[in-house]
């Protein structure tokens, strides 16, 4: 992906079993709602990037509760993808939880 016209974000997960299963299909299912060439993730820095559209490689990040996730996109759209995204790892994956 190349840097120009590239859109950056992070956002911390926050739900209880982080960014698996369940949350994973709800992130893929929103990334791939739009027409933007590339949205990739990672956790660390030393992660690779990944296709956000991909639930199998979403999920082998294994991202914990807590942990940074790092969202990049580029196209058309990238902004309103980007934004998109952090609005559902805030929102906890739009899941209700019980304590």
Do not use: Y
């Not at 027409?35 to 990040?61: F, H, N």
């Not at 942990?67 to 790892?89: F, M, N, P, Y």
């Amino acid at each position: 992906m190349s840097d120009k016209d590239t859109v950056t974000a992070t956002a911390t997960i926050g739900h209880p079993v982080g960014l698996h299963a369940r949350p994973a299909i709800a992130f893929t299912k929103l990334a791939k709602t739009f027409k933007t060439v590339d949205i990739e993730i990672r956790g660390q820095d030393d992660q690779p990037w990944v296709d956000a559209k991909s639930i199998v490689r979403v999920m082998a990040l294994k991202l914990r509760t807590g942990a940074v996730l790092q969202i990049r996109a580029s196209g058309a759209d990238a902004e309103a993808a980007i934004d998109a995204l952090k609005g559902l790892v805030a929102r906890d994956f739009d899941e209700d939880h019980v304590d």
